[in-house]
């Protein structure tokens, strides 16, 4: 369990990473 925090901390970092391109790709498409 030591590594939980980092590994939260990393799927976060992921998840608003994708989330990020999924949001800018989709303004890029609907131009």
Known sequence: MG???FEI???LNFG???F???IGWTS????
């Open 3 to 5: 590594m939980g925090r």
């Open 20 to 22: 990020g391109f999924a």
């Open 9 to 11: 901390g990393s799927v």
């Open 16 to 18: 608003s990473t994708v």
């Open 28 to 31: 890029y498409a609907a131009d």
